[in-house]
């Protein structure tokens, strides 16, 4: 190693010896925006095929000493307009440039590697890129994945629930993973964040069963989105092999926003708004039939007294019908000079939720500082502290404890009076094991997360000539997750008097531990008129969780602390490390602009896989051809046409324990047990692999005012990992297995541009269409079904040749692997998303997106406890005429089986619409002076209407969270918010 | 020169990080748990401990899906759950619904009935030869760790055996990955009685003194080798009465902890001391106000003999019953479990009452009406309802000792009365009107054992 240090600094030595330019002639202009004719400041100039240029001053003005008495190419290009090319001599040494916005984003810089990137017009993938003004610039957004919906084709994100604070799954281009979440890679400012539902305990003390039915946040949730300057979707392992291992799912990769040369700006902004429930579903009313036919004989007595009394309350408006008021207050400051650039942002987020006593809140504070230590060496540095405070209540699923609203308001009628009378006494809930007004008033379900998110990057130019560049780039992070988490029911509730031990506290601590490092060199060089990137590089990255669950019951009147318990249990003590290294090489290729093309490979090395020393390679190639930029293509209506095909491989990591045949503690009678553990671990066990292919067509017309993208693409997976069920009679239940096969086929389809482009009026639009089909193609165990809750309330059927969203159920049908029927897909038939923009009389900014998914069917268990009831909205009419209430028959006849709780969950929403209003700035500078530079006014939605079929409060949502699988099962869940906000921006 | 001494820095501090290889990974083993292996050789005597109350520990495993599941197969009792309608439509078998492969309660590796037994039948193996491939113990300390090891098995593969009953069960389950063939009831049975005489046999070469590991609480008075031998006898004593091997059933009481005139309550529990262990699952807080809660089935209230003290005892009458509607009816539990004074109380997995009524059942089988009436009035008069005055005829004796039975044994963590009915053939005296569901015979292998077979097959 030290010899290649020598050297390098030898490199270095040379380079600032050998830095004068022979000066020949002098190229002067200045660079405007063609619509407004406003001076575009820091548009690039530079000379073609050189490393050669510089950038406008702040009045659009620009010089440049060309280095030979030749004609150049100069290349002018400025952020989010289209980069135009012109021909300079000595005789023609003035240029005064009109750039065109980029409608189409044909410029726009996407990252393609771990260390190095390309402009969309030569980008022979399909990357989906959403900017800071896409994400967060139409309305309020309480986290980053909710900010994407419908803005990334190919991309199926799913809210599991209305409690504030997040909880939301993103698949890429369908299922890539039987097993765990198959959720994509997220890497923020190079840091591999941890993204991970963590444990809150609600599952457990609510008796609903494994943490996946905690509802808890991911915790992409805590990044403030409006720190986000662009993020990148890469959607498959054709544009994500680099990545290796882990890309599986897809990479999500979050640029955050950084400080600007020039004078310091100061922002600030404030949005108040408020929530109120998007959809609520009536509950049923009751007659005295009706009583007298749900109750049997002994009780009818007691009811009917209950009913005359007269009292009515609607239970659904009562618990979910609230206003919630919603804040969020941000401060940037950014700026800098040529040597240190900064970007500061504070930012506090406080959202109430629409069911009492429940909320979000987030304090995050942002220092991103960028600064030139030598010319050639540049430090960046971001830092990130985050705190969320989130309460998300008690909805969702349950067992015997009534620790859900949903779940018991389900069953009690709406003449009986739950609420607590004068002496602040809860009635006992006669239909029900527990009272939920005293829930909602007095219990806890609270998650506080600490964060520190901090990343570094060092570029270093080790050596530069006119044709060609080496350069060093070493970067890393840390993400840093602290979370308590307490969930709590006090002594007095209904369910815990009846309890041997009432009260019940869990107390969970996590700490999780990301780091990753990275060293690259990019050398860019020419060889003729092509131009060559070679990057080679390594990765490594170790992850280490540690989570502590202690309980207590018996608790002492009013205390939570876990010394107050006369039962004190240590309910989970659980470690994970996981240690991974990779290396890559990647050889870029661009011939004039014209022919693109990319080789690379990646090795990579987990401590996961059952041989943590077996490096397994990641190839991937992509070719991109710009016909447009051929001399032989008369640009008229076509002005941009590129045929792409790529193809790449990547990996899904193997889940932690896998390897592992434990011998578990167990306590009994005061000793501590050792038990075989009924998993066999898998010494043998590989990552699942996956293949992508994937071609298009990328078009731009009339003068790339108009875009179009489309893209097919075949993901073929393999070692997919599922567990092997093994004779249970042998004492063992389980062994992971590799055996599984599954394929992805699709299509993406983007068409957007710039409909009017005039001086006071801009329509922008754009329409996204997307599809995946998943299929398994290889099972390689017997058929089985899982997932949900088992066949007669429907279930997922894994078997050779269907799709593993299959939703089966009874009655038995032998005709089918598995032998239950067929009752429907969550697979979605399409997506598609709308979404428009208009500026007018320059003021005046409306915005709207409108998502649309077709198909995909839920299985709403809701309606089942609510049947169970008699709580459905019409659930004593009788559709049939045969005595028999709807809500004792629901189709299909004979009205007992799994189908009648499959629904298509199809909808339209208006996810997002915003008007926003500039205040002339004549007008701001008449009134302030020169002390307010800027201010903008606005009003704005989120999840303004929806339109859906469904029974259900939202056809999005998932009682398990985020799965591959069984992530469509309702079960009283917290009703989606519909969010009204008012802005103000004030910019000094 | 400045600039180039930081750029020379910056690489050192680079090379530095390098140094310390980034692409070299640590092992990492099982950071939360020991592996496996760790015992399979040379394990040292604590480790022989933690095994053996680890099968302990799997010797409870079958409590709770057994006791609520097969009692209200045997309506003993319902067990009412608001929360998941299930455990009445499903497990009544309303609306004819009977038991699949993969049916609710006990998925596809037939839970507590199934999976948690061979989980015990596991663990025992792995003790044996834990025990077997070390020198740390004397042999007849290797003898009773044996010997306990194969008197649980015994006890285990009753219960799949008698959840399946003519479906058959695998009985060479030593090799995880290749387990031998089903066989039928009487050849499983015949396995039992086999390795009860096993145990039996290297309990005698265990010696005479303190068992030589520390037991649980839940074998309180049962703590020297002869003590839990008797134990075994009484074990054994049962699985004879299921192979109808009478003789063997009288036989194996002279040996057991039997005691005519002793404590009916008397015998080996499983223990529930709550955190870190487990609460008493069948622990339920007089008159909570829930709507989960096992419930007595009101056919044994209505059954009952009036003044019977075991009614009185083990049942408790609500003040306010708990009501489920279902789909078929509504069911009304009016009386709760009374046995469990707490929620760490013991729950005895076989008891000197039982002893007693086998002795009875042996005798009228053996058509000795005489000392079967003995042992009847024993269980009689211990319940406060006199003598028996009825006919003594074999099959009159065998109604009365079944009566006797259902409410002597009633609820305990194995399913009696839906054994008893099914060992004389009369589960259609099993009453279904209380709630219109079928009374099962039977569940089929799980799904689980299905797919092995096609998965080896393959």
């Not at chain 1, 429940?358 to 540095?381: C, M, P, Q, W």
């Not at chain 1, 990992?721 to 389980?734: E, F, M, R, Y």
């Not at chain 1, 209430?885 to 909808?907: E, M, T």
Request: net charge negative.
């Amino acid at each position: 190693m030290r010899e290649i240090y020598k050297l390098f600094s030898a490199m270095v030595l040379f380079l600032l010896t050998t830095g004068g330019v022979w000066a020949q002639y002098t190229v002067t202009g200045s660079v405007v925006d063609e619509r407004t004719g406003e001076p575009l400041i820091g548009a690039n100039i530079l000379i073609r095929n050189t490393t050669q240029g510089t950038v406008t001053d702040i009045d659009g003005n620009f010089s440049l000493n060309v280095s030979t008495n030749e004609d150049v190419s100069l290349a002018i290009s400025s952020l989010g307009y289209l980069s135009q090319n012109f021909t300079v001599s000595p005789t023609n040494t003035t240029l005064n440039v009109r750039l065109r916005e980029d409608a189409t984003n044909l410029e726009e810089v996407v990252i393609t590697g771990l260390a190095s990137n390309v402009k969309r017009s030569n980008l022979a993938n399909a990357v989906s890129s959403v900017s800071a003004r896409e994400l967060t610039g139409t309305t309020t957004i309480q986290t980053t994945d909710g900010a994407l919906y419908g803005k990334v084709a190919g991309a199926t994100i799913r809210s599991n629930g209305g409690a504030p604070g997040g909880g939301m799954s993103i698949q890429l281009r369908g299922i890539s993973s039987l097993t765990g979440a198959s959720q994509p890679l997220i890497i923020v400012d190079g840091v591999y964040i941890n993204n991970s539902f963590q444990r809150t305990g609600r599952a457990t003390v609510s008796g609903a069963g494994a943490s996946n039915q905690d509802d808890g946040a991911n915790r992409l949730a805590d990044l403030n989105p409006n720190d986000i300057e662009s993020i990148e979707v890469l959607k498959g392992p054709s544009a994500a092999a680099i990545y290796g291992t882990r890309a599986n799912a897809g990479v999500i990769i979050i640029t955050t926003k950084r400080g600007a040369e020039g004078r310091t700006r100061v922002s600030f902004s404030q949005d108040v708004g408020f929530a109120t429930p998007l959809r609520l579903l009536g509950v049923d009313d009751w007659s005295e039939d009706k009583i007298n036919f749900f109750f049997p004989e002994a009780r009818r007595p007691i009811e009917l007294e209950r009913f005359r009394q007269g009292v009515r309350i609607d239970y659904e408006d009562y618990f979910y019908n609230n206003t919630a008021l919603l804040t969020n207050t941000r401060l940037n400051v950014s700026g800098g000079t040529d040597k240190t650039k900064f970007f500061i942002s504070g930012n506090i987020t406080n959202e109430d939720g629409t069911v009492r006593n429940t909320g979000f809140e987030r304090y995050s504070i942002r220092a991103n500082i960028d600064h030139k230590i030598t010319n050639s060496i540049k430090l960046g540095v971001s830092s990130n502290y985050i705190k969320s405070d989130t309460d998300r209540g008690f909805t969702g699923n349950q067992n015997n404890s009534g620790a859900s609203i949903g779940y018991s308001i389900a069953y009690v009628p709406n003449y009986f009076d739950l609420r607590p009378d004068a002496n602040g006494i809860y009635p006992v809930n006669p239909y029900f094991s527990e009272n939920p007004v005293a829930v909602t008033d007095h219990a806890v379900n609270n998650s506080d997360v600490n964060r520190f998110i901090q990343a570094f990057t060092l570029d270093i130019d080790l050596f530069k000539t006119s044709r060609s560049f080496l350069k060093a780039q070493v970067a890393g992070g840390v993400d840093f997750l602290q979370n308590t988490t307490l969930v709590y029911l006090p002594e007095f509730l209904q369910f815990q008097r009846g309890q041997a031990n009432p009260g019940d506290a869990l107390w969970g601590k996590q700490e999780s531990l990301n780091t990753n490092f990275q060293a690259a060199l990019v050398y860019n060089w020419n060889l003729g008129r092509v131009n060559m990137n070679s990057q080679a590089g390594l990765v490594r990255l170790d992850f280490k969780n540690d989570a502590l669950f202690n309980r207590g019951r018996g608790l002492a009147p009013g205390q939570r602390n876990l010394q107050q318990a006369s039962v004190q249990e240590i309910n989970q003590q659980f470690f994970s490390e996981v240690q991974e290294a990779g290396v890559f090489l990647q050889q870029e290729a661009n011939f004039d602009d014209k022919i693109i093309g990319t080789v690379g490979i990646r090795w990579d090395k987990s401590t996961l896989n059952g041989d943590p020393n077996l490096f397994y390679a990641f190839p991937r190639a992509s070719l991109a051809v710009n016909l447009t930029n051929f001399d032989f293509w008369n640009p008229t209506v076509v002005s941009q046409l590129k045929p792409r095909i790529a193809y790449g491989e990547t990996a899904g990591p193997v889940a932690f324990g896998n390897t592992f045949t434990p011998l578990e503690g167990a306590n009994i009678g005061g000793l501590l047990g050792s038990v075989v553990s009924p998993q066999i671990g898998n010494r043998q066990i590989r990552p699942e692999t996956a293949q992508e292919l994937e071609f298009g067509l990328d078009a731009n017309f009339f003068n790339n005012r108009i875009g179009f993208e489309a893209t097919y693409y075949i993901k073929n997976t393999q070692n997919n990992i599922q567990n092997l069920n093994l004779a249970p009679s042998t004492g063992v239940i389980i062994t992971p297995s590799n055996e599984a096969e599954l394929q992805n086929k699709g299509i993406e389809l983007a068409l957007f541009g710039t409909v009017v482009d005039k001086a006071n009026f801009r329509w922008f639009s754009r329409v996204l269409y997307w599809q995946n089909r998943v299929n398994l193609t290889r099972l390689g165990i017997p058929t089985y079904t899982a997932g949900a809750f088992g066949s007669a309330l429907g279930t997922f059927l894994y078997a050779e040749g269907y799709a593993p969203t299959t939703i089966v159920g009874t009655p038995a049908d032998p005709s089918i692997p598995g032998g239950f029927t067929v009752w429907g897909n969550a697979q979605p038939d399409f997506n598609m998303s709308f979404y428009n923009s208009f500026n007018i009389a320059r003021n005046f900014e409306l915005s709207f997106l409108v998502d649309w998914r077709q198909g995909g069917d839920n299985i709403n268990l809701t309606s089942f406890l609510t049947d169970g009831g008699g709580t459905t909205r019409g659930w004593f009419n009788d559709d049939t005429g045969d005595g028999i209430p709807n809500g004792r028959q629901r189709p299909p006849a004979p009205y007992n089986n799994a189908g009648r709780w499959v629904q298509d969950a199809s909808f339209v929403k208006v996810r997002e619409v915003g008007l926003f209003y500039t205040v002339p700035k004549a007008t701001v500078s008449q009134a302030f002076g020169g002390a307010i530079e800027n201010i903008r006014v606005g009003t704005s939605a989120n999840n303004l209407f929806l339109f859906t079929k469904y029974e259900g409060y939202d056809p999005e949502t998932s009682t398990f969270g985020a799965q591959a699988v069984a992530n469509n099962v309702d079960i009283a869940p917290y009703p989606t918010p519909r969010r009204i906000f008012f802005h103000l921006t004030v910019d000094f | 020169m400045k600039n180039t001494n930081k750029i020379l820095g910056a690489l050192a501090m680079s090379a530095l990080i390098l140094g310390c290889n980034p692409l070299q990974l640590d092992t990492i083993d099982d950071p939360n748990n020991p592996s496996i292996e760790s015992v399979s050789s040379n394990a040292s005597r604590e480790q022989i401990q933690f095994l053996l109350t680890g099968l302990e520990f799997r010797h409870r495993g079958y409590v709770t899906n057994v006791s609520q599941a097969w009692n209200t197969f045997g309506r003993e009792v319902w067990y009412l759950n608001a929360s998941d309608p299930r455990f009445q439509t499903d497990w009544l078998g309303q609306a004819g619904r009977t038991p699949d492969r993969s049916y609710f309660g006990f998925g596809n590796t037939g839970a507590g009935s199934w999976a948690a037994p061979y989980q015990a039948i596991n663990q025992a193996n792995v003790l044996v030869t834990a025990a077997g491939n070390t020198n740390v113990l004397s042999p007849e300390e290797t003898s009773a760790v044996t010997g306990f090891a194969r008197m649980i098995q015994g006890y285990q593969f009753m219960i799949p055996a008698n959840f399946v009953y003519d479906n058959g069960i695998r009985i060479d389950v030593t090799a995880p990955l290749n387990p031998g063939p089903f066989v039928n009831y009487d050849v499983a049975l015949d396995h039992v009685a086999n390795l009860l005489e096993q145990a039996e046999s290297s309990f005698a070469a265990a010696g005479a003194g303190e068992f030589p590991f520390t037991l649980t609480s839940g074998f309180a008075g049962f703590t020297s080798v002869p003590a839990i031998r008797q134990v075994n006898q009484a074990i054994l004593a049962r699985a004879n009465a299921y192979r109808n091997n009478w003789q063997g059933v009288l036989t194996a009481l002279e040996g057991s902890f039997m005691n005519m005139s002793g404590n009916l309550q008397a015998g080996p529990a499983h223990p529930f001391t709550g955190p870190p262990d487990a609460f008493n699952p069948l622990y339920y807080v007089p008159d909570a106000a829930v709507n989960t809660i096992i419930v007595v089935h009101p056919s044994v209230l209505a059954d009952a003999t009036p003044g019977d003290l075991r009614v009185a005892n083990k049942f408790f009458e609500r003040e306010i019953p708990v009501t489920i509607t279902t789909d078929a009816t509504p069911l009304v539990g009016t009386h709760q479990d009374a046995r469990w004074p707490t929620n760490t109380a013991p729950i005895p997995f076989i008891r000197n009452e039982e002893l007693i009524l086998l002795k009875a059942e042996a005798h009228a089988n053996l058509s000795q009406p005489e000392l079967a009436v003995e042992a009847i009035n024993v269980i009689r008069n211990a319940a406060g309802i006199g003598a028996y005055t009825g006919p003594t005829d074999q099959a009159s004796l065998i109604s009365e000792i079944l009566y006797q039975r259902r409410y002597s044994l009633w609820a305990e963590p194995w399913g009696h009365r839906w054994i008893d009915t099914r060992r004389y053939d009369r589960l259609d005296e099993i009453s279904t009107a209380f709630d219109q569901g079928t009374i099962f015979r039977q569940f089929p292998h799980p799904q689980a054992e299905l797919n092995w077979d096609q998965y080896v097959g393959n």
